[in-house]
């Protein structure tokens, strides 16, 4: 089974189209909405885990883009300001995916991005916000 972690962003004319249901009808698709923020007339936004076979997430994500969609990947979208990490550690407790992990040897916060399904958790716990968001229709920086 392959996976795919991504952030769709669906233009204001086809947010009232049924799109990600045509991904499990039509492409045998299974997902896992994690955030989504889509209302008739607006632009939208989803986080979403899709996983089945390569080939038919390929010709779903294709289909997606076709129609408008844009399509990134989660972790083009969260980002660590490294300026404003004070190395504390606090993320490193809560991050359910081990995408913040701390080495014990240099005592550094280390942040994989491609470990991170999005959850946000560490941004309620960064005593400096230095987790940098992209989940809502602008940047946030949280």
């Known amino acids: 089974m392959y996976k795919r972690m991504l952030v769709l962003r669906f233009p204001p004319q086809i947010t009232d189209q049924p799109l990600v ?3 499990t009808r039509e492409f045998d698709l ?3 909405i994690l955030k989504a923020e889509i209302l008739p007339g607006q632009e939208g936004i989803m986080v979403l ?3 089945g076979h390569k080939k038919n ?3 779903g994500l294709r289909f997606l883009r076709d ?3 844009k399509i990134k990947s989660v972790e083009q979208e969260i980002r660590r300001n490294d300026d404003m990490c004070i190395q ?3 993320c490193t407790g809560i991050c359910p995916t081990n995408a913040l992990t701390l080495d014990r ?3 550094e916060v280390i942040f994989d991005p491609k470990q991170c399904k999005g959850c946000e958790l560490c941004v309620a716990v960064c005593p400096v916000r230095a987790m940098e968001i992209r989940f809502s ?3 946030v920086l949280l």
């Open 21 to 23: 249901c045509t991904l």
């Open 57 to 59: 997430v390929t010709d």
């Open 137 to 139: 229709k602008e940047t």
């Open 88 to 90: 504390c550690g606090a």
């Open 105 to 107: 040897d240099t005592m």
């Open 49 to 51: 885990e899709v996983s």
């Open 67 to 69: 129609v408008g969609v």
């Open 30 to 32: 299974c997902f896992n």
